[in-house]
T-cell receptor
Framework: DAGVTQSPTHLIKTRGQHVTLRCSPI?????VSWYQQVLGQGPQFIFQ???????GRGNFPDRFSARQFPNYSSELNVNALLLGDSALYLC????????????FGDGTRLSIL | QKEVEQDPGPLSVPEGAIVSLNCTYS??????FMWYRQYSRKGPELLMY????GNKEDGRFTAQVDKSSKYISLFIRDSQPSDSATYLC????????????FGSGTRLLVRP
């Protein structure tokens, strides 16, 4: 079975641009979470979506937004990119929105010039 | 102070050694505890998932949770060079179990 898939693998943007990252969860998983991992740090929680609704949000500015589609795939959007947004963006999926282990994809590496 | 503290290492051991990795935390509401392994340029891979206190064993891996001390451990027996990676502990509270709080990771190197 396919794991969590994310696209694109790498992305280079300039300050002020916007970006859309995509995630497909494991088949049968209805919940998707997004994390940001800066080099040398552990992942930081951004959002969780379950059944197309936002169920949780971390301490990130409104420039970050996300949505989940009827097939449970998800997009993360970041507007007005800053140099500090350079990071590995990870998507994780789980069967339900709570009390379930989360399984991660390999992420999208975003570089801001 | 971070909610979850983890020694960054690197920890270098010879092949076959028993490895002990640890995390401490400050939030007594944490109920779910996880260990992930992350290879370079890859996403975190779930190794162990435990609820509340106690031990859990899976093959060469044993996870221990001591909630009274706010301390969790991962033991790796008969370590292999393929175990060389960064190990991340993660935890979450019962009322927000979807929100994982990670340590910064310990880099492990197993020498052949």
């Amino acid at each position: 079975d396919a794991g969590v898939t994310q696209s694109p693998t790498h992305l280079i943007k300039t300050r002020g641009q916007h970006v859309t990252l995509r995630c497909s969860p494991i088949s049968g998983h209805k919940s998707v979470s997004w994390y940001q991992q800066v080099l040398g740090q552990g992942p930081q929680f951004i959002f969780q979506y379950y059944e197309k609704e936002e169920r949780g949000r971390g301490n990130f500015p409104d420039r970050f937004s996300a949505r989940q589609f009827p097939n449970y795939s998800s997009e993360l959007n970041v507007n007005a990119l800053l140099l500090g947004d350079s990071a590995l963006y990870l998507c994780a999926s789980s069967v339900q929105h709570s009390n379930q282990p989360q399984h991660f994809g390999d992420g999208t590496r975003l570089s801001i010039l | 102070q971070k909610e979850v503290e983890q020694d960054p290492g690197p920890l270098s051991v010879p092949e076959g050694a028993i490895v002990s990795l640890n995390c401490t935390y400050s939030n007594s509401a944490f109920q779910y505890f996880m260990w992930y392994r992350q290879y370079s340029r890859k996403g975190p891979e779930l190794l162990m998932y435990t609820y509340s206190s106690g031990n859990k064993e899976d093959g060469r891996f044993t996870a221990q949770v001591d909630k009274s001390s706010k301390y969790i451990s991962l033991f790796i027996r008969d370590s292999q060079p393929s175990d060389s990676a960064t190990y991340l502990c993660a935890m979450s509270a019962a009322d927000s179990s979807y929100k994982l709080i990670f340590g910064s990771g310990t880099r492990l190197l197993v020498r052949p």
